[in-house]
């Protein structure tokens, strides 16, 4: 269907407008549906630092679908868990 | 080496970031001093430990390619055989050659390539296209000679400036339930907010008719001795 089509069904003249509100129904959508899944790959990296295991989500996500780590022993991605609460720190580790 | 990732590490979200913990104990026994000991259900977690190329990866839903060039439904060519060449031009554009004669693409086309050795991903579609031939720019491909079974599907492209010839990148089904968000918008707009309720009923109505759709279940239930037949 085109963005006219979809104007003329809807009886509205601004084109601008009507392409703002289409992409707010396809955020909406994509919201409460899986119609189109998007894929990104992070590099892992060896924790030195306290906050190293922090990882910046896809910029343009509108909702999570799962995560995955890379298994090195058969290059395949597997699905990891959530933790429903952050881990409490306990004491520090100074002698590995 | 990560093994057992399924088992071993964990996952946190916090606001816009993600969080990552791998289990202590189990595969690993080493403990990374700077991050000290967590503790979660009786289990101690650690930071990753090792570097991973292309080690986490995310799928989610985005505002993806919302406008196309074509209907999605006339998006329809597709080729499969094992009769399909890649050809590294040098200089010259790079081609696809199939022995078969079976491409039904036209110049500009984004074409999907899977089963191939090394050239899978998207790519569009330069030059004169025809039933044997496919051309894309220079550099593009690995050389790559037939023999494995490759599949070239047609997808849709997109349209970075949309205007009122662009096509909405859903199906039937979900560019009407498009047509009913942009009415309860504009009855929005008017104080309508009767009429806005009834077309976000009608927007959602038509998800949820998509979706089953594309779920299709029985369900059958035994009859009680004492119901109306």
Known sequence: ?96 | MSVNVSREWYYFLRGREILLYKLLGGSSTERVTQSGVFSTRSHELMYPNEDIEDGLRVEYTALNEPFVTEALESTTSKTSGITIAFVDGGVSSDTITDTASGFNFTDGDKIRVQGSTSNDGDYTLSGTANTGTLTVATGTFTAETAGERITITQIPKEVASPDETSHINLNKMLSLAVVDYVKAMKADRNGELDKKEYYMKEFYSKLGDNESNIRKISMSFPSSPFAVR
């Open chain 1, 1 to 96: 269907m085109t963005v006219l089509e979809a104007m003329e069904r809807a009886n509205l003249k601004e084109t601008t407008l009507a392409i703002a509100w289409i992409k707010d129904a396809i955020h909406q959508i994509q919201s409460s549906t899986k119609e189109k899944i998007k894929s990104s790959k992070q590099d892992i990296i060896k924790s030195v630092d306290s906050d190293d295991n922090v990882y910046i989500l896809p910029a343009d996500m509108i909702s999570l679908n799962n995560v995955s780590i890379k298994d090195t022993s058969d290059s395949k991605y597997k699905k990891i868990r959530r933790l429903t609460h952050q881990p409490e720190y306990l004491i520090e580790d100074s002698s590995p």
